[in-house]
């Protein structure tokens, strides 16, 4: 908190007032402070990059007052009608849609890295049987950079293009044995021919002894899902996967290092949240009781899956999951199901409730994401796991910008010292 305000010498308000502004294609500019130290003595403070943009990017586009979310221009509604998940990695990394032989020869590429090192597999049984999933997926995602360490030169576009692949192709696999392990059932190999978030169920949800059934409704929720939470520019977690590699890191371990700030239930351990709450919640009846206690200032509870940071209107991602919600349901006969049915009443009372109106608390993607995991039968425990698994093609894309980015610089922000003066020693009989 500001004790006083400093006034700036006309010498200084000089020397600031030429401090240049940088333009966007699209959104604020930004006033390129980087010679305000050397020109005026002074850093600038903004813990939680409020007003901060730690670099610049092509990839993503959001503005949060009017709902947009953009992935290299195209809208993210666009994409999640028109084109599946690997399309949409595909763009990311390389920052144009696949024509039909580029996408084949992506499929193709992606499939021959989907298998993990032997090895790799090992590393599950070092942990508890009951350990979080996200706790295990830092370890073995981290433990990929044991694997291809010497074979990833950072500087060369062709391997960090190779690491790229890697990490798409083997996320579904690690993220499915995180889930078989905590259950004690065997890991299921991924299958070549099968499309993405096909491959990611059969090895979530089979067995080895029965063929999996894939209903094309749920797939189809799941790639969205995935398409929904591949990327959302310089977020908590990216923010960490670019402030680690701008050593020149190797990529699993700033990949795993993003897995572990996406873990907090600020970031994306929200839709899990959301699901606890629901259970909390446990009745219809019990709705008005909670909904009090979220406007209750002196209580801390808040409606887990309501509200955004970034969209004050309402989120794009969560129109479209909100559909995707009602299609599962329907698919699988849930409506009367009791627990979505006090999530569709919550959501109701909410969406028509004075407090949250005016506030434009609006549940949020994670709302509905949380509502759609669990309807596809997967354990509450997994969704941020889930969640890390979208992200992985943003992580990786934002990496790998950053590094072929000639600006970069090692992220090393300054501080405001408040502690002790520089003082003296004094000898242990004397203090
Ligand atoms: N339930 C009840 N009241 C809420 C909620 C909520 N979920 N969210 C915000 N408010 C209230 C605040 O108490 C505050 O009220 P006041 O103005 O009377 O003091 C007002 O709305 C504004 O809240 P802020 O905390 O300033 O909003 P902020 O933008 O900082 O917070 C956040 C956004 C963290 C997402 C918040 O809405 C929240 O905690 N939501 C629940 C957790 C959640 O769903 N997170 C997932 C986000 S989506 C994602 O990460 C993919």
Known sequence: MAENYVSLTEDDKEKASKLPIMDGTMGPSVVDIRSLYAQTGYFTYD?????????????????????????????????????????????????????????????????QHVMVHEQLTKFYSGFRRDAHPMAVLVGVVGAL????????????????????????????????????????????YPKRKLGYAENFMRMMMGDPYDDYIANPVLIRALDRILILHADHEQNASTSTVRLAGSSGANPYACVAAGIACLWGAAHGGANEAVLNMLEEIGDVTKIPEYVAKAKDKSDPFRLM?????????YDPRAKLMRQTCHEVLDELNLNNDPMF??????????????YFVERKLYPN???????????????????????????????IAQWDEMISDPELKIGRPRQLYRGVAKRDVQPISSR
């Not at 899956?305 to 209107?313: A, L």
């Open 341 to 354: 049915k006090l999530a569709m009443e919550l959501e109701r009372i909410a969406l028509e409730d004075e």
């Open 145 to 188: 950079s044991a694997f291809y360490h010497d074979v990833t030169d950072v500087t060369r576009p062709e391997d960090r293009y190779i690491a790229a692949i890697r990490l798409i192709a083997k996320m579904p696999n690690i993220v499915a044995m995180c889930h078989k392990y905590s259950t004690g059932m065997p890991f299921i």
């Open 305 to 313: 899956g309501f509200g955004h940071r970034v969209y004050k209107n």
């Open 47 to 111: 813990p939680g990059f409020t007003s901060t943009a730690s670099c610049s990017s092509k990839i993503t586009y959001i503005d949060g007052d009017n709902g947009i979310l953009l992935y290299r221009g195209y809208p993210i509604e666009q994409l999640a009608e028109k084109c599946d998940f690997l399309e949409v990695c595909y763009l990311l990394l390389n920052g144009e849609l696949p024509n039909g032989a580029q996408m084949k020869e992506f499929v193709t590429i992606i499939s």
């Open 365 to 395: 993607v994670d709302f509905y994401s949380g509502i759609v995991l669990r309807a596809l039968g997967i354990p509450t425990e997994m969704f941020t796991a889930i969640f890390a698994l979208s992200r992985s093609v943003g992580w």
